[in-house]
Nanobody
Framework: QAQLVESGGGLVEAGGSVRLSCVAS????????MAWYRQAPGKQRELVAV???????DYIDSVKDRFIISRSSAANTVYLQMNALKPEDSAVYYCNSRNVAFKWGQGTQVTVSS
């Protein structure tokens, strides 16, 4: 059974950077379009960034030019480099496929202080 484990979050000051990782087990991620999502308290989970199997990328407007999604087939991992962080980026971040709904992981908390 596929398992996704997110890590790398933490407390960071506004303007800072963090790199999130999503390691998969029980499934090879290479054929799948993968994505990072986030959910802030009291809000619905939202799509943040997408990377296709051919490495085409897309982002929501609010994170364009600040976040970079990438993937490593060798590590079976998807990454999210988050730069120039803002307090409104604070949320629990999750990864999942856009093709099939793997079981959601526990997510990783990112808190940006102003």
């Amino acid at each position: 059974q596929a398992q996704l484990v997110e890590s790398g979050g933490g407390l960071v000051e506004a303007g800072g950077s963090v790199r999130l990782s999503c390691v998969a087990s029980g499934v090879i991620l290479r054929p799948y379009t993968m994505a990072w999502y986030r959910q802030a308290p009291g809000k619905q989970r939202e799509l943040v960034a997408v990377i296709a199997s051919n490495n085409n990328r897309d982002y929501i407007d609010s994170v364009k030019d600040r976040f970079i999604i990438s993937r490593s087939s060798a590590a079976n991992t998807v990454y999210l480099q988050m730069n120039a962080l803002k307090p409104e980026d604070s949320a629990v971040y999750y990864c999942n496929s856009r093709n099939v709904a793997f079981k959601w992981g526990q997510g990783t908390q990112v808190t940006v202080s102003s």
